[in-house]
């Protein structure tokens, strides 16, 4: 005799409101380099809706999560878009896009520069935006102990 399935229960308003609360919250997470930050987990698709990521950058991104190889140009909008989606990202430090160089006046008051961030940190920010922290695991050093 096989067990019957459960039925299932429609989620309510507030299982939504808590789940994109948890999802908003920011949490330390060690990058790969060594550095911990907080993180939060801002919606891909919402920051290209709100125009904080440019459709022609989205296009590449897009191309990226497909799989698809990028060279050239698409390759150069790839890391832009990395670059905004770390900004939009990570909580503490507050990071500050563009080139200038940063005053030790910023970084006192606890800025830090686009720049300042290793490219594998930049990856494994944009992972963790897509994936979360628990998919990530498996990609992690194992602590000697």
């Known amino acids: 005799m096989s067990e019957q399935p459960k039925p299932q229960v429609v989620s309510s308003a507030k299982d939504f ?8 919250e920011a949490v330390a997470v060690e990058l790969p380099s060594g550095l911990v930050v907080s993180l939060k ?39 832009q878009v990395t670059d905004l989606i770390t900004v939009h990202s990570v909580v503490e430090p507050k990071v500050l896009k563009g080139d200038k160089e940063l005053t030790e006046e910023q970084y006192e008051a606890g800025y830090i520069s686009i720049n300042d961030i290793e490219d594998t940190d ?3 920010i944009m992972d963790y935006v897509q994936t979360g922290v628990t998919d990530l695991k498996p990609f992690r050093p194992q602590q000697q102990g």
């Open 17 to 24: 409101f808590l789940r994109r609360k948890k999802r908003d």
């Open 122 to 124: 930049k990856a494994f």
């Open 41 to 79: 987990r801002p919606s891909v698709d919402k920051l290209i809706r709100d125009g904080h990521i440019p459709s022609d950058l989205a296009v590449s991104l897009q191309k990226a999560s497909g799989g698809a190889g990028l060279k050239g140009g698409d390759l150069e909008k790839y890391y």
